[in-house]
Structures are given as C-alpha cells and as structure tokens.
C-alpha cells in the first residue's frame, strides 16, 4: 500500500528528500555525515505529518485523552514511513541515493520515556487509535532524562543517565503558545458574597507548563493524532545578578533548577513512591496542564455547556498517576467555571474512565495526607469532600448496622490512616474501571477491590491488552513479514485479524521452510547484535530461548537461571545427558534500588561467565545478558525468538505483553497459566503451547496453607535443586563478583515467596518436552506459524475497538 499524497514516486521523493537536506545543513546529501541525513530525513517526513494533522477528524469528533505518566515510544522513522505507506519507495530511494535506510534508522535515539509494559502499552494503543481513525490523544510528561541506560561491570548492573535530547528530537514541536500555568502550595482563601460563596488560591509557587507534540501516524496516513508532552519551566525570570555577579551561579540559576526538577526524571518504578515530593509534582503538573488544554479545546467548541462534556470528550487514565484528573476536574469546573459541586462530580464520573495494571500491594499508590494537603490545598479540599459524601453513601449500600461496614469503609475509603489512596480515588471518580487480562480482572473483582465490585459491579469490565502488530511484527521482522505478505496479501496490516489465514499454509512445506530460513536471518542479526553488545557469540543451529522484561522476583528470572544451571549440572555429570543444544538470553532493567532484582543480573552474568568459559558444554548450551534492554533492541530480539519464557508465579503478571509480541514472531511459549498467558493458551490450543507449574487459585491456597516449607522443597531433591542452592553460595558462581548470599536468604530464610522451588521440576521438565519437540522441524515450525496465525486477537487494534465500543462509547 502506497499513498500517493506524501510522494507520487521515487523520484519526487528523492527530490524532495535533497531540497531538505540543503535547506537544513546548506550541504547536498552526499557530504552529510549519516546522523545530519538521518535528521534531514525526519525533518521532511514529520512536515508531512504535521501538515495533515490539523484536518484529520470532522468537527465535533468525539475526543479520547489518554493520561499516562509513561509513552515508551521506540524509534519513530520506520514507523512512521509503515503507517504512510511509503517504506518500499523511501528504501529504493535512499539505496538509489547511495544510503541505506537501516544505517540511517540506527541514528536515532530510542526515547526511554517509561519503565516498561505499561509505557508501551500507551504507545501501542496511540499507534491503534490513530488507526481506528478516532481523535486520541496522549498526554504525558516529557522527561529530560529517560528511563536510566543500563551497563553490565563486573556482572553487575550499573546506570547512567539518559541524555536522549542531546542531539535533539526531531518530531516534537515546541508549543510556547499553548503553554498554562500550574500552581503548587500557597492558600486557600474563602470569599462571601450576598450569601454566596467561593474560594480562590493564592501564593504559592507558579509553574508554566510547556506542551511538546508529537506526531502520531496511523496506518494507511489518513489519520495524524498527536503525543503532548509536558515540560516544566520558570514563570518569572528571577535570575539573581547579584549572585551571579558574585560567582555563585547555582544560586543565581536557582529559580530555574528548582522548577526544571518537576520535569527532569523518569520514576523506575518497582521502588515504591513514598515522600518523593517530585513525582507527586509531575503528576499534578501533567494532569492540571491537560486538563486546562482540554477545557479550553472545549470551550471553543461547545461555549459554556459543561453539563455535557462527558459527550464529547473521554479522559482515560492509565494506572494511578493521573487519579488527580477526577479532583483537578471538580476544581476548575467549580472554582473557575462556576459549575455546581454534584453537577461537577457528576461530569467528572461521566468523562473519566480507569485503568488497572497490577495487584502487587507495594504499587498501589498512596500518598501522605499532609504532603498532599500542603502541596494542592485547594484540590485537597474536594478530595476531601468527596469522601466525606462517599461515607455518607455507603449509608444507603448497606443494611445499616451491617458489621460489614467498618471493612468496607477501610479497604474503598480514599483518606484512610493519614495517607490519600490513589486507586480508590481512581474508581471512585470513573464510569469504568478495567483489568488488562481476564484473570486480572477477575483477580480484581475477587480480591483487590472486592468490596467496590459488590458495590458497584458494572463497572468493571476486562480490556485484554495488545500489541500493535505494525511496529511488532512487520517493522521488527522485515524478512517474516515478507513472507507473510507474499502468502495472504497485505491487508493484515490493516485487519491482524487476516493472519488467521496463515493456518492454510500450516502443511505447506515451501512456506515452512520460507518461514525457518527467515527465522533463521533473524536468529543472525541478533547473533550479531549480541555479539557486539554482550561480547558472547551465539551458535544460531541453537534454539534461542528468550526472557526479556523488567527483572522484578514475580517475573521469576530466577526460576529461568535454575533451569539453565540444572542443564549445565547434569551435563556435568552425565555424559550421556544430551539437552537441545539451546542460547539462554536475557535482557531487562531492575529498578535502581531493588536490591534482589539486581542480584539475580549479576547472578545471570555470573552463570554465562562459567557456563560461556567452559568447554566441556560449549557446543551445547550458552547464556547471553544484553544489557540495556529498550525497544530498539526489543524488537531485534522478539523477531529472532524461538521460545518465549512467560513464567511469572500464577496471579501476579497482570498481562504481559511481551508474551503477545513473541507469539506473533512465531515463538512457541513456555509458561503459568497467568494473565494473558491464558488466553493466549486457549487461542492456540494445548499443542501448540507449553505449560506448567501451580495455577493462581493454587498458588493463592498452597500460601493460605502455610505449609510452604522452602527446604522441604530443597531436602526433596539434594541432588538436583538441592546442589543448585548450594551452588549460590559455595563459590561456584563467585569468580566474577563473589556470591549470591541474598537470593539463598531469600528462598530458604524468606521461604521463597515466589514458589521458585515449588515449580522448579515442573519447568525443567516442561522444558525438556518443549526442546525434544523442535527436533521435528516440520511439526515444531508448523506449531510456531499457528501461534502468528491466532496473534491477531493480540493486536492492540482490537483492544483499542474494546475501549471504544464499551468504555468511551464511540
Ligand atoms: C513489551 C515490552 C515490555 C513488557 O514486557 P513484559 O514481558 O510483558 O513485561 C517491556 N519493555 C519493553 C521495551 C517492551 O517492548
């Protein structure tokens, strides 16, 4: 698919392409070095973007505004040339030209602005918006630095800072224009006349917002929505001269540093929010900013009829971070608008809707009342007062003296023992409260927020994630993608849903074999990629066995390096132990100051520095830890998977996305049957998919119990699981940077918590019945292509017409 409206050939292309290289750099494109015609080249096609975007929806188009903290974007050329339509046709010309378009796409900067799924969700879902051709906009914050990049030393994870404007970033548009304030502290003050009264804020530090936007392109490029990012800067100038002339330039630029901070750093998350003043700021900063601009948008088209608002416009809030937008709502519709308290509530519930992603108690947010109070006084108050008609409500839900109420108030109140809990606040001021897989969601009506569902049970409902299988499948896998396209034609970039046609081509034996020397390809690039990055050369006749994600102890990387040092334990001691010769990767970030997490990367580094320097099992099995995992390198490694580790303890990964990303790129999944990994199951069948261990309801009764006992587990089975705790600590490991005396305390003095050990036989098991399969080339890839062929239920197009039908009621 071509659009002939962005450029009607190749050669107008190239025309094109040179007119802006010299308007740029004064220089033709011969004498430019590769970043300067990478930037020329972004400078051009994000022109084509922003012209279309000002006429892209009808008028009075109903509008979505998705507040998230995180937008993890990844690299935006090759995407946006995808969704135009125009990929083939710039590739000829820039080869014409005597370039390439993958040298010029390794220029750019990969924008680390999230932590991991819940940011590229965001994005998926901006990319599958703009595709269903709705008016959806991202609202989040831009981050002068991203998410830390990571360097392996000594084993070990190290951060440095992520400097990813350095170069600039050549989609934003800076929009001084559209700037607003945002005030933080001073006074309330309350003023009375002819008995009416108000209240104004006063004092307080006044912050100027500044949006940034990015362009976002659906496919096919009749649709440009566009990313707001929000900086922080200075109202006033009040540079000290004084200082300054003193040579106390610190203190001279105080003014500026200080509100500059609101936008400098990304949270990790998994770290926990307590006192951090700052991400408190940057939350209400993107909220209050985005919430003014829509009102504004608003104003202009419907006057004064904020009654309803909720008709026209959707704000979505993904996770807690943006709960502010119910309070931050009430206030500038009663303060500045002039709309009556239950009317303002009333709209509020009407227009926002909520996302839930986890059931980890620790990332359930909450905050201190007296931070909160001192820091929004004024937004305080209408929490304060919603509460307090919240309590009085519960009155009418329950039978009165129903012993029950006391439990009911603790766990759905939002001010409770000092503290301001962010989720309540979410549920209580949305129409919608959604789950991201059909465990999660029951999980949550079950447990989490129980109490509420029996309240107020329609509305929840469950919105499964996807993945936007343009960047996923056909940017992140040219060579598959290809092949894809050949068999079914192209409309699956439009419609996932055609993969299904893929399963006509399951007993064709060309297409298998198509489909394995692609793989294959891939399988080389990211050999390449490893050895480059990680210094370890990978056999690519080994099955490549993947796990790449945030290192959090659910996700149970741990369980994953058991099985590997179980492999290289009986190769030891068996000679005629004979495993699938196999490349271990890993990837993946831990929060700075998750100590565990951190252990098990050096224990990962650990164990590829044994196994990867002796011989005896070289030839059969390897591990390799590509640091800095990021979408760029991502997308390298999911393409080139074989087997996707999905082995989170049952009931605790809300969804995984990862797992629907690996699926599409024909890995075969290893995994608990746990958030989307389930669905993922019944789509493909039992054949198709390897599972194992306990499932969440017998996870949930085996630690009900109390009968886990760890070192049961570990006097079960010295031989096997036995010698492998031991091994943390005997000095087996210990050669790069000593041993692993944290994780043994946390299996067996914590008493595994995560039930490691408990899966343990299971997994090693399930793994080895999954690699004696690969040896039937045919079967197994013929298993690999079913699971592309049932993807398209994972495209984040469907979930996007989910929201849209059920939640924002377009
Ligand atoms: C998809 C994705 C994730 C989420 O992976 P899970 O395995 O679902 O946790 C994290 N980071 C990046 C860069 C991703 O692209």
Request: glycine residues 8%.
């Amino acid at each position: 698919m071509t659009n002939d409206k962005i450029f009607e050939t190749e050669q107008d292309f190239i025309e094109q392409y040179r007119e802006e290289c010299v308007a740029r750099y004064g220089t033709p494109f011969e004498d430019l070095a590769d970043h300067e015609r990478f930037f020329a080249l972004a400078e051009l096609i994000a022109n084509k973007g922003r012209a279309i975007f000002p006429q892209s929806h009808p008028k009075g188009a109903k509008k979505v505004y998705y507040f998230s903290l995180e937008f993890l974007l990844g690299p935006l050329l090759d995407n946006y040339l995808i969704n135009f339509g125009i990929r083939d046709l710039v590739a000829d010309g820039i080869k014409e030209m005597g370039s390439s378009l993958e040298d010029l796409c390794r220029q750019e900067v990969d924008p680390g602005l999230g932590n991991g799924g819940l940011g590229r969700l965001a994005a998926c879902f901006l990319d599958s918006m703009a595709h269903e051709g709705i008016a959806g906009y991202g609202n989040g914050m831009r981050y002068r630095y991203g998410l830390f990049r990571q360097y392996i030393e000594g084993g070990r994870q190290v951060e440095r800072t992520d400097n990813w404007l350095a170069n600039g970033f050549p989609w934003e548009t800076r929009k001084d224009g559209s700037s607003v304030l945002v005030r933080f502290g001073g006074q309330v003050v309350r003023h009375e006349e002819n008995g009416k009264f108000w209240f104004t804020q006063e004092g307080g530090e006044i912050v100027r917002a500044v949006p940034y936007d990015v362009p976002i392109i659906g496919y096919g490029g009749k649709v440009v929505n566009k990313l707001r990012l929000w900086s922080a800067e200075p109202y006033t100038e009040d540079f000290d001269l004084d200082a300054f002339n003193a040579g106390d330039y610190a203190r001279a630029n105080k003014f500026r540093s200080d509100v500059e901070a609101i936008s400098t750093i990304l949270y990790p998350n998994d770290a926990g929010e307590h006192g951090r003043m700052l991400r408190l700021k940057q939350e209400y900063l993107f909220v209050s900013a985005g919430l003014q601009t829509i009102l504004r948008t608003y104003e202009r088209e419907f006057g004064s009829d904020w009654e309803h608002l909720g008709d026209h416009v959707c704000i979505h809030t993904n996770d807690t971070h943006p709960a502010m937008c119910g309070p931050e709502l009430m206030r500038i519709l009663v303060d500045e608008k002039g709309v009556d308290f239950e009317l303002a509530y009333k709209v509020c519930k009407e227009a926002i809707s909520f996302t839930n992603h986890t059931v980890m108690p620790e990332a359930l947010e909450k905050w201190p009342i007296n931070t909160f109070r001192n820091l929004l006084p004024r937004l305080y108050m209408f929490i304060d007062e919603v509460d307090r008609r919240y309590r009085d409500s519960l009155a009418n839900h329950l039978a009165p003296n129903d012993g029950n109420w006391t439990n009911v108030l603790q766990n759905t109140a939002i001010l409770w023992d000092g503290q301001v809990r962010m989720a309540n606040l979410s549920i209580i001021f949305s129409h919608s409260v959604n789950g991201v897989s059909a465990l999660h969601t029951q999980i949550l009506k079950d447990s989490v927020f129980h109490e509420f569902y029996e309240m107020i049970p329609h509305r929840f409902n469950n919105k499964t994630n996807g993945v936007t299988h343009r960047r996923f499948l056909c940017e992140a896998n040219p060579s598959y993608s290809k092949l894809i396209t050949e068999a079914i034609g192209d409309v699956w970039l439009d419609d996932a849903n055609e993969l299904e046609k893929l399963t006509a081509f399951e007993d064709d034996a060309s297409f298998l074999e198509g489909m394995e020397a692609a793989k294959k390809a891939d399988k080389e690039r990211l050999a390449a990629y490893i050895k480059e990055t990680a210094g370890v050369e990978l056999d690519t006749n080994t099955v490549f066995d993947v796990q790449v994600k945030r290192f959090h102890a659910y996700k149970r990387q741990l369980l994953n390096v058991f099985k590997v040092l179980d492999i290289y334990n009986r190769m030891l001691k068996d000679p005629s132990y004979s495993p699938r010769p196999t490349s271990f990767i890993f990837s993946g970030k831990a929060a700075q100051s998750y100590t565990f997490a951190k252990e098990v990367i050096r224990l990962i580094n650990s164990v590829a520095d044994v196994i990867n320097n002796d011989e005896r099992v070289n030839d059969k099995i390897k591990v390799a830890f590509v640091p800095n995992f990021a979408v760029s390198n991502a997308q390298l490694i999911y393409s080139a998977a074989e087997i996707s580790e999905q082995i989170s303890v049952a009931g605790a990964e809300a969804s995984g996305t990862s797992n629907m990303k690996l699926m599409m790129n024909a890995a075969i999944t290893l995994g608990t049957l746990d958030g989307a990994n389930i669905e993922i199951s019944e789509l493909v069948g039992p054949e198709n998919i390897k599972i194992f261990g306990l499932h969440a309801d017998e996870v949930e009764a085996l630690r009900a119990s109390g009968r886990y006992y760890a070192w049961d587990m570990y006097n079960s089975d010295r031989d096997r699981l036995g010698r492998i705790v031991d091994m943390l600590t005997d000095g087996t490991l210990a050669r790069l940077s000593g041993n692993f005396e944290s994780i043994h305390d946390y299996l067996m003095v914590d008493n595994d918590p995560d039930l490691v050990l408990r899966d343990f036989h299971a997994y090693a098991q399930a793994w080895e019945e999954l690699t004696g399969f690969y040896g039937d080339r045919a079967a197994w890839n013929k298993a690999a292509l079913h699971n592309t062929a049932k993807a398209g239920y994972f495209s984040s197009d469907r979930t996007i017409r989910e929201y849209m039908a059920d939640i924002w009621h377009i």
